[in-house]
């Protein structure tokens, strides 16, 4: 049998050259069994995770069902299925939930505004 040379191709061409080979797979697409799709970042308003960052949190609490509503991202209502008045409301700082007020509280809704509480919470401060 004769020699025979390799093939070449010019970037444009549709020789053989150019053809993926089966381990390789052509451009824009993955190898089957492995993704492009990127990581999402975690929900901010997930309850475990504001729960492990939250600070002055009571032991019993970190057990407890934590149930969060009316969140932004960046504030939010939490409450705890436990006896008594566990809600707080919550703000992002820093990289960390923090507590801004533990129910009840006596913060009127003109320091809670000039805080940056959002108008969607307004309903949790009675004066």
Not at 65 to 86: L, M, N
Not at 103 to 113: E, I, L
């Amino acid at each position: 049998m004769p020699p025979t040379s390799p093939v070449t191709s010019s970037p444009g061409s549709r020789s053989p050259a150019n053809k993926p080979s089966a381990d390789q797979p052509p451009p824009g697409n993955t190898p089957r069994g492995t993704s492009t799709a990127v990581a999402r970042p975690a929900d901010p308003c997930a309850a475990q995770p504001i729960v492990g960052e939250l600070d002055n949190l009571s032991e019993y609490l970190h057990d407890a069902k934590a149930t969060v509503r009316e969140c932004d991202g960046k504030w939010a209502v939490i409450v705890w299925d436990v006896p008594g008045d566990s809600q707080r409301i919550i703000r992002r700082a820093a990289n960390r939930w923090t507590t801004y007020v533990q129910f009840p509280h006596n913060v009127c809704w003109a320091k809670a505004s000039a805080d940056g509480v959002p108008a969607q919470l307004r309903k949790y401060f009675t004066c």
